[in-house]
């Protein structure tokens, strides 16, 4: 079974991705002093190892592997569990020669879940083999999930606050957003795709779905010359998504 030359690429970096992670994690452990966050950290590096291995395996005989069950304590956790609000909060800025503490590891470490989860799920969009889509979004989603571990130590350390806004701001702002109404659902309701037939409809689907047809035709030719411009998926080289933010 052959790989696409895009997931191939996509894997690659995922593979390297978490090489990276399991070797920074290891520095980070002969660093960490806090023990949550010494046990936070080895349960994570234990996951990415087995995911890790989980992909190449497939990678190399195409056996479909079981998914890695998560192995992170974000069970249970409600709106009263997170500290909101600003309370002298901690001053950041650039160091040179200092050693890392408590602080900075868990900034590094949710940095770099946070990096993986969001690339583990372009590389998802971009796989077309099923098992190995389904092991890339298992990742994104164990790291999106260590992510939010991450931030609930540090929130409860007071060392990532959450600015807040009043409740008053918040719901004027968002309640300018009012449900689609039981009304608006039935005008909708028993409709169907193209595979199926809206009550009523008739040959009327039949007709929408060849001009459906001739226009995935007429645009498929485009693409295919916009692909010989661009590159096989028609897109401009990734740039990459980096970033920190909650």
């Known amino acids: 079974m052959p790989f696409g030359a895009h997931e191939t690429l996509e894997v690659h970096e995922i593979l390297l991705g978490k090489v990276n992670m399991i070797t920074h994690f290891n520095l980070y452990l002969q660093e960490a002093q806090d023990p949550e966050l010494r046990d936070l950290i080895i349960r994570h590096r234990q996951e990415e ?4 291995d ?8 195409y056996n479909a592997a079981a998914p890695v069950p998560p192995m992170t304590n974000v069970k249970g956790v409600s709106p009263q569990n997170i500290q909101y609000g600003l309370n002298n909060p901690p001053q950041v800025e650039p ?9 900075e590891i868990g900034s590094a470490v949710l940095c770099a879940h946070k990096n993986a989860a969001k690339n583990g799920m372009w590389a998802a969009l971009e796989t077309a083999d099923p098992n190995l889509r389904r092991m890339l979004l298992n990742s994104a989603t164990n790291c999106a999930n260590h992510a939010y571990e991450v931030f609930l130590f540090m929130n409860k350390q007071g060392t990532y606050q959450v600015p807040k ?4 701001t918040a719901k004027t702002y968002l309640h300018t957003y009012q449900p689609a109404g039981q009304s608006f659902q039935n005008q909708y309701s028993g409709q169907t795709g193209f ?8 040959g009327g689907m039949n007709q929408n779905f060849n001009q459906a047809s001739q226009q995935s035709h007429f645009y498929g030719g485009l693409q295919g010359n916009r692909n010989a411009q ?5 897109n401009l080289p990734n740039q990459g998504m980096q970033g920190y933010s909650k």
């Open 49 to 52: 190892i087995r995911s890790y």
């Open 54 to 61: 989980e992909i190449v395996a497939y990678t190399h005989d």
């Open 95 to 103: 160091r040179t020669g200092a050693a890392l503490g408590d602080t």
């Open 165 to 168: 806004m009043s409740s008053h």
């Open 195 to 202: 595979s199926g037939h809206a009550p009523g409809a008739g």
């Open 230 to 234: 661009y590159g096989m998926n028609g």
